[in-house]
């Protein structure tokens, strides 16, 4: 069971349900340490001040924004006196279709959970649990968290429920700002290979399962990692097999001829 890593209410309407906040993710990145190949000590990290190269204590140091070449200092308590009030409180705004939400603003998932299993708690829980089931509606509202101020969707899943932190609207980047693809005679692909396409993408479509999907680099990193543990010396890496390489299929001359192989062996598979 994850730790509680906040503890408040979620309101909507005149209904407030006491509810604690627990990740629902978990780091399974593999971290390092720096250190001086020479000895295999590890490297501390100093601040130091550009100007006289020494060490700054953490009491001394501050914080600035550089506005237009200008750098700008602010004070502890300016910082504080503009950061959001901590409430508590999951402020539910609104309802909406969850298909009305762009997939790109979803940022970070938690779960919400009673913060009691007292009977008024756990009623009034499953009572917004369920109404959401049956609606596939979800709420979108705020919440502070570590003095920011978060736009967050709470919906039901797995019979829980469950809050995902999303990016604000300015946070996005319009596809008006990024270059497109040019358009043009000569760039539009023919009626014929979108319906070759369309045909593709139903032979290889399947019901999605999350757990037939690994992170493949993790696990050759700790599978590198345990090897020189053991054997406490230099690993040789794999090397690409040319054998294999050689068989892969070469790419096709044209489009409509890389579709058609691409559809032939999708249904060979």
């Given at each position: 069971?994850?730790?509680?890593?906040?503890?408040?209410?979620?309101s909507?309407?005149?209904?407030?349900?006491?509810?604690?906040m627990?990740?629902?993710t978990?780091?399974?990145d593999?971290?390092?340490?720096?250190?001086?190949?020479?000895t295999?000590?590890?490297?501390?990290?100093?601040?130091?001040?550009e100007?006289?190269?020494?060490?700054?204590?953490?009491?001394?140091v501050g914080?600035?924004y550089?506005?237009d070449?200008?750098l700008?200092?602010l004070?502890?308590?300016?910082?504080?006196?503009a950061?959001?009030?901590?409430?508590h409180t999951i402020?539910?705004?609104?309802?909406v279709?969850?298909?009305?939400?762009?997939?790109?603003?979803f940022?970070?998932?938690?779960f919400l959970?009673p913060?009691?299993?007292?009977?008024?708690?756990?009623r009034?829980?499953?009572?917004?649990?369920?109404?959401m089931?049956?609606?596939?509606?979800?709420?979108?509202g705020r919440?502070v968290?570590?003095s920011?101020?978060y736009?967050?969707?709470?919906?039901?899943?797995?019979?829980?429920?469950s809050?995902?932190t999303?990016l604000?609207?300015d946070?996005?980047?319009?596809?008006?700002?990024?270059?497109?693809?040019?358009t043009?005679?000569?760039?539009?692909?023919?009626?014929?290979e979108?319906?070759?396409?369309?045909k593709?993408?139903?032979?290889?479509?399947?019901?999605?399962?999350?757990a037939?999907?690994?992170?493949r680099?993790?696990a050759?990193?700790?599978?590198?990692?345990?090897s020189?543990?053991?054997?406490?010396?230099?690993v040789?890496?794999?090397?690409?097999?040319?054998?294999?390489?050689?068989?892969?299929?070469a790419?096709?001359?044209?489009?409509?001829?890389?579709?058609k192989?691409?559809?032939?062996?999708?249904?060979?598979d």
């Amino acid at each position: 069971m994850p730790q509680g890593i906040w503890n408040g209410t979620l309101s909507f309407g005149l209904v407030a349900v006491p509810v604690r906040m627990a990740s629902a993710t978990r780091d399974r990145d593999v971290h390092f340490h720096q250190i001086d190949v020479e000895t295999g000590e590890r490297i501390a990290v100093q601040r130091v001040c550009e100007a006289d190269g020494q060490e700054v204590p953490w009491e001394d140091v501050g914080r600035g924004y550089d506005l237009d070449g200008q750098l700008v200092t602010l004070t502890d308590d300016e910082l504080a006196a503009a950061a959001p009030e901590r409430t508590h409180t999951i402020e539910i705004e609104e309802f909406v279709d969850l298909a009305a939400i762009d997939p790109a603003q979803f940022d970070h998932p938690y779960f919400l959970l009673p913060s009691s299993d007292s009977e008024g708690t756990t009623r009034a829980y499953q009572l917004l649990r369920d109404a959401m089931a049956s609606t596939n509606q979800v709420a979108i509202g705020r919440v502070v968290l570590r003095s920011s101020e978060y736009l967050v969707a709470v919906r039901q899943r797995d019979q829980l429920l469950s809050m995902t932190t999303m990016l604000f609207a300015d946070e996005l980047r319009s596809a008006d700002e990024i270059d497109s693809v040019p358009t043009g005679s000569t760039g539009e692909p023919t009626r014929a290979e979108v319906a070759e396409a369309v045909k593709l993408i139903d032979a290889m479509t399947s019901e999605f399962d999350p757990a037939g999907y690994e992170n493949r680099y993790r696990a050759r990193l700790t599978e590198l990692i345990e090897s020189k543990r053991t054997t406490r010396r230099k690993v040789e890496l794999p090397v690409e097999d040319e054998a294999a390489a050689a068989s892969a299929p070469a790419p096709a001359p044209d489009l409509m001829a890389a579709l058609k192989a691409s559809l032939e062996r999708a249904r060979r598979d």
